[in-house]
């Protein structure tokens, strides 16, 4: 009898059980983000935001999964204006009429972990934030749409570069998004830029956190001495989206829904 050959990457193809978890993962963490979203205004802080997403996470009986990542002191990442990801929650930071900010945050629910952002403006802002705050989140759709299975890696990385650079926006190249499962960043990497038909070949099980990050100015960025904060290198707004999804049989699931 031959021995069946396990397919190429077949530990990231999670069960059926696995999912159902997952599933569940992403639907309470999907709460947590909108109401957060809902919080944001004038007047309030970051860190007050901060302890809204842990209590709430504490309370659906599951874990912030930020809290302790390799020395994260918080539950969320707020990330105001040119700042691209990982801002630390701050009372000082307290938001203004105009600003945008990135809310990323992420949970374990019975083992598995799930993660997700979403940009808001805080009040009335620019037209050209409007349109950055929009595009990046049609970035992720384009991405998700991508997300098939018999895809490959690089049609999703192009399809997020493209709605980005048609709009005359540039994406982040020094952050990625990562596989999800038991661990927060799993393989793959998932680049926001690239070729089409180039890369891992999608499969259904496999579940990713898709995440296109996109700068008004240029794409380069650097780290404040806080060694956390991402800063758009020209110091020009910076927003972020993020899914975890379920590549199967029939396109992309999006776990971290309502
Ligand atoms: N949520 C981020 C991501 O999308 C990772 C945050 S790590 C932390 O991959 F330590 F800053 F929380
Ligand atoms: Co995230
Ligand atoms: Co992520």
Same mark, same amino acid.
């Given at each position: 009898m031959i021995k069946a050959k396990p397919g190429q990457h077949a530990g990231l193809i999670k069960s059926r059980e696995e999912l159902d978890i997952m599933r569940d993962a992403g639907r309470k963490l999907a709460r947590v983000r909108e109401e957060l979203a809902k919080a944001v205004g004038p007047g309030i802080t970051?860190?007050? &935001?901060?302890?809204? @997403? !842990?209590? =709430?996470?504490?309370? =659906? *009986? @599951?874990?912030?999964a930020f809290l302790g990542y390799r020395g994260y002191p918080a539950t969320i990442c707020a990330s105001v204006n040119e700042e691209v990801v990982h801002g630390i929650p701050s009372a000082g930071r307290k938001l203004n009429e105009?600003?945008? %900010? $990135? &809310?990323?945050?992420?949970?374990? #629910?019975? *083992?598995?972990?799930s993660d997700t952002a979403i940009t808001v403006a805080?009040?009335?802002?620019? /037209?050209?934030?409007e349109r950055l705050i929009g595009t990046t989140r049609e970035a992720l759709k384009a991405g998700i749409e991508a997300a098939r299975a018999g895809n490959r890696l690089g049609d999703v990385s192009a399809a997020i570069q493209n709605q980005v650079e048609s709009s005359g926006? $540039?994406?982040?190249?020094?952050?990625?998004?990562?596989? %999800?499962?038991?661990? =927060?960043?799993?393989? /793959?990497? %998932?680049?926001?830029?690239?070729?089409?038909? $180039? *890369? &891992? !070949?999608?499969?259904?099980g496999m579940v990713l956190a898709l995440e296109p990050m996109v700068n008004i100015g240029v794409w380069n960025t650097r780290v404040l001495d806080d060694e956390w904060t991402v800063v758009t290198a020209d110091g020009?707004? $910076?927003? #972020?989206?993020? #899914?975890? %999804?379920?590549?199967?049989?029939?396109g992309a699931e999006i776990l971290t829904k309502v």
């Open positions: 970051t860190l007050d &935001l901060d302890r809204q @997403a !842990r209590e =709430m996470i504490e309370d =659906m *009986g @599951a874990r912030p105009g600003d945008l %900010i $990135s &809310l990323d945050v992420g949970l374990i #629910h019975e *083992g598995f972990y805080v009040g009335q802002v620019t /037209p050209e934030i926006f $540039s994406v982040v190249r020094e952050y990625t998004g990562h596989g %999800i499962g038991r661990e =927060m960043h799993e393989e /793959p990497r %998932i680049k926001n830029y690239g070729r089409p038909d $180039s *890369g &891992l !070949r999608l499969r259904a020009k707004p $910076s927003a #972020h989206f993020e #899914h975890t %999804i379920a590549v199967t049989e029939n």
